[in-house]
């Protein structure tokens, strides 16, 4: 049995449950369109710092923020588009707005769709008139986000995508990934180095943030404190997993990205959508 409800929890929350594996996603349309909670068989998955989700001076920690149409940071926060410089903060625009219910559905599975419409803020730091479709469908142990990137501007729109999940973790030392690359790039320290079978072990005492390659069209790792193994199935366009975490922090980002670091101004790995048209990516999430 599926079923869709609504409360409010300073903003309004969309429950999406699945009565018969005791699954479920929260959703805040409000603050970027976040899933701010997903829990399989009673168990909770993503980490959320709740004070950073009701203070909307705040970016949000947790849950699964929205990258579009940057990952990552750009030099300065500036980036330059036919001669005109403009300002973007950091992962974009997408997780900071105002998103609207557009369809609800709990016959099959239980799903919402929801729309980011660009308006004259946006226009201010990314000069395209586009629009986003995302639709959550939760169906067992599965969460799937369905995009439409819709191009409603008379020229080539470039973009950047991705996702930042919070994974809830204790003991980091017990996750484990299975990716498909030979080699990472450690954005702290600025270096590439080869990946072999223990080289991505994550502990509490110092920063990570890596940049893995993936050949393949899904990756999974292991945690240990849930006992559980997440798989990642994902559209080709999805080329990179970034890896991240601090000290001190119950959580690890296992990141889809489209793109690396500040490319609306290297311009190397854009993702480019025509005229009047639009682009369809798929992301999933299975717990097991």
């Known amino acids: 049995m599926f079923n869709i409800k609504e409360y409010v929890d300073k903003f309004k929350i969309y429950e999406l449950r699945d009565e018969k594996a005791d699954s479920w996603i929260k959703i805040c349309p409000e603050r970027g369109g976040i899933i701010t ?3 399989v068989n009673g168990a909770e998955i993503l980490y959320l710092n709740k004070e950073t989700f009701y203070d909307t001076n705040k970016n949000i920690r947790g849950g699964n923020p929205i990258l579009f149409p940057l990952c990552g940071q750009l030099p300065d926060c ?6 005109k410089e403009y300002i973007m903060k950091n992962h974009g625009i997408a997780r900071t707005a105002l998103w609207k ?3 609800k559905n709990n016959d099959e599975n239980a799903s919402i769709k929801l729309s980011f ?10 000069p395209f008139e586009f629009e986003l479709q995302f639709e959550y469908v939760l169906k067992g142990n599965k969460l799937t986000i369905n995009q439409q990137y819709i191009n409603n501007s008379n020229r080539i729109m470039p973009m950047s995508a991705g996702f930042h999940p919070y994974f809830y973790v ?12 030979d080699e ?3 954005n702290l320290d600025l270096e590439t180095k080869q990946c072999s079978e223990d080289s991505i072990c994550l502990n509490d005492l110092k920063e990570f943030n890596l940049i893995c390659y993936n050949r393949k069209d899904n990756m999974s790792f292991y945690l240990k404190d849930l006992n559980r193994k997440i798989i990642f199935d994902y559209s080709n366009e999805f080329r990179y ?4 975490s601090t000290p001190g922090n119950d959580f690890v980002c296992v990141e889809p990205w489209t793109s690396k670091v500040g490319v609306l101004q290297s311009k190397e790995g ?3 959508i025509n005229p009047r048209d639009k682009l369809e990516l798929s992301y999933s999430i299975t717990v097991e």
């Open 37 to 39: 909670s997903f829990g």
């Open 78 to 83: 500036k980036y330059t588009l036919n001669d």
């Open 101 to 103: 219910v557009v369809s």
């Open 117 to 126: 419409k660009s308006n004259k803020e946006t226009l201010k730091s990314y």
């Open 170 to 181: 204790k003991d980091k030392k017990g996750v484990r990934f299975n990716i498909d690359t």
């Open 184 to 186: 990472y790039f450690n």
């Open 241 to 244: 997993i970034v890896i991240w």
């Open 270 to 272: 854009l993702l480019e």
